[in-house]
């Protein structure tokens, strides 16, 4: 019965590839491949580093993942309408494709490329929380929230560090309710997080970051910062090098894999993109990736079934965040009902995001006892 089975290949487990994977595994025989032993939930990296005796539960091995399909530890290298080309030389022949392969960010927002087992991935952070417990001043570069999030991991844990942050944009969280910058600002200040926007370095530190060593560096406006560490907050890259070869589809200016209101590669009614990768609209969240991964999973379902692909996608209009400061501070905005957007209470902050940074949700996923 299982080999009469369509073989659906998942190609990245992360948010979206593990949801996808799942929902499907005892429908079809899924085979999900991913370079990494472990789905990191990246939302939890930058607590990972200031508290390493927390920071094993960022990591879920693939392997409680599925019951019935395949892991393959291994990294595509191509992909054609009728399968996946990994980079160790095998192939999978699949009737569906899924590509999730999200994006990359700076170290330690999210694990370096060749960190490639949990194991190693900690040791890096556990190497790097080393550095910063012997630094007295950082510097943050790029308020974003990944930046803002850092500082706040870290001065919950080092209540007397001096903590700076820079970013060139005039205003933090452009886009953002009014009351929920205020409330931002106000949250930083009380922290004592000295927020520079609107400025940015003459050229960047000489040590490299995460590394301990003290340097002094010059703003555009004269001013100079001695700080003993320095991290990277900015500069996200897509990962689809390995669609570059346009055998399945050719990539937007931007390296994005165009999708329908399906969320069908454009042109192909049996490859799907999701999250990061797919040229939406709407922000690069989590929350986002695993929404779209539910709209795949419908229109996959319909055509195991014999149909077509029903479900759409609809990029959401209102901007929306959670941005935890350590475990008991934060800002967020949520939408309403009616459409707009509100400030979130601070206690749904904690209770949504700050608290675990989503871990219990993924200790579902990953054991299927609790299926
Ligand atoms: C510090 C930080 C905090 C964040 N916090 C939040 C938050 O609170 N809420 C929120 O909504 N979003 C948050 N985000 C954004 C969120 O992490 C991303 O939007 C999300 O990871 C995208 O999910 P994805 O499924 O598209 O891909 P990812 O989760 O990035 O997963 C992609 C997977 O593909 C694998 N892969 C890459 N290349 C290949 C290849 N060639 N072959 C096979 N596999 C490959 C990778 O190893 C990875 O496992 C945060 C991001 C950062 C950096």
């Given amino acids: 019965m299982t080999e009469m089975r369509k073989v659906v290949a998942v190609v990245g487990g992360g948010y979206a590839g593990t949801l996808i994977a799942t929902e499907l595994d005892h429908e079809a025989r899924v085979v999900l491949v991913d370079p990494r032993d472990a789905f990191v ?20 091995p693939y392997r409680t993942l599925l019951e019935h399909g395949q892991v393959i530890r291994d990294r595509a290298s191509s992909v054609d309408p009728a399968g996946v080309m990994l980079a160790g030389g095998g192939r999978i022949d699949a009737d569906y494709l899924v590509l999730a392969t999200g994006s990359s960010y700076p170290y330690p927002a999210r694990p370096r490329r060749m960190a490639t087992s949990a194991a190693q991935a900690l040791s890096e952070l556990r190497a790097t929380h080393d550095q910063l417990a012997r630094a007295e001043r950082v510097l943050i570069l790029g308020a974003g929230p990944v930046g803002l999030e850092l500082a706040g991991e870290v001065r919950e844990v080092w209540a007397h560090k001096r903590l700076v942050i820079l970013d060139q944009a005039a205003e933090v969280l452009p886009g ?69 070869d346009g055998n399945l ?66 990029p959401g209009s209102v901007p929306r965040i959670l941005l935890p400061l350590g475990t008991s501070g934060g800002v967020g905005q949520l939408p309403t009902p009616d459409g707009g957007a509100a400030a979130a209470p601070l206690a749904t902050v904690i209770q949504r995001k700050g608290a675990d940074l989503f871990t219990s949700r993924f200790v579902q996923r990953f054991d299927r006892s609790l299926a």
Wanted: aromatic share 8%.
């Fill in 41 to 60: 939930n990246v939302a939890g990296s930058l607590r990972a580093l200031a508290r390493p005796d927390w920071a094993p539960q960022v990591f879920f």
């Fill in 176 to 244: 953002f309710l009014p009351e929920v910058r205020r409330a931002l600002r106000r949250q930083l200040d009380e922290l004592g997080i000295d927020l520079r926007t609107g400025t940015y370095l003459t050229s960047l530190p000489p040590t490299a970051d995460g590394t301990a060593g003290t340097f002094v560096v010059s703003t555009v406006g004269g001013e100079k910062i001695t700080a003993d560490i320095w991290f990277r907050s900015f500069g996200v890259h897509l990962n689809t090098s390995y669609l570059a």
């Fill in 249 to 314: 589809v050719q990539l937007t200016d931007g390296a994005a894999v165009p999708v329908d209101e399906h969320l069908n590669v454009v042109g192909h009614d049996h490859a799907y993109a999701v999250g990061d990768i797919a040229d939406l609209a709407d922000a690069k969240m989590a929350s986002h990736a695993q929404t779209q991964a539910l709209v795949v999973v419908e229109n996959i379902r319909a055509q195991l079934a014999g149909g077509r692909p029903r479900s759409s996608y609809q």
